[in-house]
Structures are given as structure tokens and as C-alpha cells.
């Protein structure tokens, strides 16, 4: 089984419509993040969590929200979906206990708003 | 500002060969350094990892080289198979925070 899950691996969706996007993990990690891939530009961190109700912007969260009740999940919302949110999504861990450095990453979110 | 970039976009390999990727960074801060791969439909995968007071590191089959002067990390791959084709990545971390910051990516394709 996945360390790190996402669901659903695919979205279609319209310009306006709220989406959720998930994440689990059964890595035991307390660190969690979001980011986005488009092409050519790599990974762009959108909002990370160091703990459960702990949040921090990344360098792109606007138009996004995020929400961490429990340790082993992380959920990205986007209020009202614009087709400039087109893009690949990952969720990643990371574990302080073990330096926090390495984090390890879900499968991918494809999301496409039309 | 603070980038980390690659200097090709995609390499072309023959199988057996060996493969050099690079990557130029501009943060003198940054401590510590990785790579990771991404195979189509997947998600990034950890390779290798460098800290800063460090300048070559070895796991199979690849070793990561930093050159601080420069500021430039690549990472060389033995004997390239099919199966290291893929989206290479490198990142950077900050020191005292644990955001990483990755470069564009560039992609292998290895010839049979």
C-alpha cells in the first residue's frame, strides 16, 4: 500500500464550482505540504502544516485554503476554481524526528477547470 | 532573487552511458540539497541528498556532486537503463527552514 494517497487522482471541474482535494498518509509523519506542477515550472509549495490546526502559506496559496484536523490527513480546498488552476497536485511528508528534510510525495491530483 | 534552475531542459542518453545532470542555484544560504525523480503519471521520488558541508555523496548507482564556490549541484548517473527515464529534479533548502524550493526539472530520455 501508498504511503501518501491522494483522492481523486483526477478532477474535472467548472470555473466557480468549490473542490476538494485529499491527502493521507500512514507514514507516521507530522509535516505536510501542498504544491503544485506546471509545466516548466517545477514544484511551486502552495500551503504547508508542521502539526494538526498548524498552517502556513506557501508561496502560492492565494485561491486556495487548506485544512489539517487530524495527523495522517491534509485536504486543499479551492473555494471557486478558475481555469488558471489547472494543474498537477501533490501532497508531500515529512518527518521531524528525522531531520524534516526528505519529503516524500502522493501519486498526483490532475486537475482541470474548465 | 532565489532560484534554482537547470542548465538543460532534456538530455538524451545512450543506454550504458553515463548521464550528468546539472543544476545552478543562487541562494548561499542553502544547507542541504536533493534530488529527486519523476516518472510520467507519478509522483516525485527521492534519490539522493547532500548537506552543504559536504561535496559528493554516493548511492547506487548515482553520486550527487555540490560545488559551493559555484554554486552548482549535478548528479551523475552509472550505466544508464531504460528505466531511468524520467523528469529529474533538483531542490534546495534554506538553511534554518524546511520549504524546498525546486528547479524546472529536466528531462532524460535513454536510447536503446
Known amino acids: 500500500d501508498a504511503d501518501v494517497t491522494q483522492t481523486p487522482r483526477n478532477r474535472i471541474t467548472k470555473t466557480g464550482k468549490r473542490i476538494m482535494l485529499e491527502c493521507s498518509q500512514t507514514k507516521g509523519h507530522d509535516r505536510m505540504y501542498w504544491y503544485r506542477q506546471d509545466p516548466g515550472l517545477g514544484l511551486r509549495l502552495i500551503y504547508y502544516s508542521f502539526d494538526v490546526k498548524d498552517i502556513n502559506k506557501g508561496e502560492i496559496s492565494d485561491g486556495y485554503s487548506v485544512s489539517r484536523q487530524a495527523q495522517a490527513k491534509f485536504s486543499l480546498s479551492l473555494e471557486s476554481a478558475i481555469p488558471n488552476q489547472t494543474a498537477l497536485y501533490f501532497c508531500?511528508?515529512?518527518?521531524?524526528?528525522?531531520?524534516?528534510?526528505?519529503?516524500?510525495f502522493g501519486p498526483g491530483t490532475r486537475l482541470l477547470v474548465l | 532573487g532565489e532560484s534554482v534552475g537547470l542548465h538543460l531542459p532534456t538530455l538524451s542518453v545512450q543506454e550504458g552511458d553515463n548521464s550528468i545532470i546539472n543544476c545552478a542555484y543562487s541562494n548561499s544560504a542553502s544547507d542541504y540539497f536533493i534530488w529527486y525523480k519523476q516518472e510520467s503519471g507519478k509522483g516525485p521520488q527521492f534519490i539522493i541528498d547532500i548537506r552543504s558541508n559536504m561535496d559528493k555523496r554516493q548511492g547506487q548507482r548515482v553520486t550527487v556532486l555540490l560545488n559551493k564556490t559555484v554554486k552548482h549541484l549535478s548528479l551523475q548517473i552509472a550505466a544508464t537503463q531504460p528505466g531511468d527515464s524520467a523528469v529529474y529534479f533538483c531542490a534546495e533548502r534554506r538553511a534554518a527552514g524546511n520549504k524546498l524550493t525546486f528547479g524546472g526539472g529536466t528531462r532524460v530520455l535513454v536510447k536503446p
Open positions: 508531500a511528508t515529512s518527518d521531524t524526528q528525522q531531520g524534516a528534510e526528505t519529503q516524500y
